[in-house]
């Protein structure tokens, strides 16, 4: 059973949150999920952006308090 | 798909060197193979012993600064090491500051002349700061 993995990039702006994603990425196994916290809208909307254009997947994004939560899965 | 981004580098104010760490590392994270070619006021900041911070152009450098806005720096380190771009230093620069490439960050490749990153830059985008 794969993982979800807690990125907690909040506080800072665009690109941290995705340069921080990527990192993590790195690092991650083909299937794991990985949720990534940030508090910059941009990086909310550049996030699917960068996920859809390289070939991974989006499985669900919503803000909560604040604070937008991506959730994304390693596709390959 | 592999597209190619040469960013041409000389700015010493923070806007104009985020920026380019900006296009560096998301471009090179996105696939494309990013070439960056430091030469005049950058140059400084790349040296390992280098305290010095960049100066705000206007506001928005002073806002960048406030609202700690990922530092430049880790984003070019960020670019050679997620992305595998390449940051070259100008081969002009180092001899003229008396450099080696020991002084410069570790993730600075060899120095490299005008001539080579302008054949290398006749193909795809080219970006200066």
Redesign the interface.
């Known amino acids: 059973m794969s993982e979800r993995k807690l990125v907690d990039a909040k506080?800072?702006?665009?690109?941290?949150p995705?340069?921080e994603l990527?990192?993590n990425m790195?690092q991650a196994e083909v299937g794991d999920e990985l949720e990534v916290l940030s508090t910059d809208e941009g990086s909310a909307n550049d996030i699917p952006e960068?996920i859809n254009?390289?070939g991974h997947e989006v499985l669900e994004s919503f803000q909560n308090d604040g604070v937008w939560h991506i959730v994304v899965k390693k596709a390959k | 798909m592999s597209d190619k981004i040469s960013i041409m580098l000389i700015a010493s104010k923070r806007e104009q060197l985020q920026m380019a760490a900006?296009v560096a590392?998301?471009g090179a994270?996105?696939?494309s193979d990013v070439t960056v070619f430091l030469s005049m006021n950058a140059m400084e900041y790349f040296k390992k012993d280098c305290n010095t911070k960049a100066p705000a152009d206007g506001p928005m450098g002073a806002l960048l600064e406030d609202?700690?806005?990922?530092d430049f720096k880790d984003?070019f380190q960020?670019a050679v090491e997620?992305g595998d771009a390449k940051i070259f230093p100008c081969s002009m620069a180092v001899d003229i500051m008396g450099l080696s490439q020991d002084d410069l960050e570790d993730y600075i490749s060899e120095p490299l002349g005008l001539t080579k990153f302008l054949t290398d830059a006749s193909e795809g985008q080219v970006w200066t700061f």
């Open positions: 506080n800072t702006f665009c690109p941290g995705l340069m990527i990192a790195k960068w254009k390289v | 900006m590392s998301v994270v996105s696939g609202k700690n806005a990922p984003l960020q997620l």
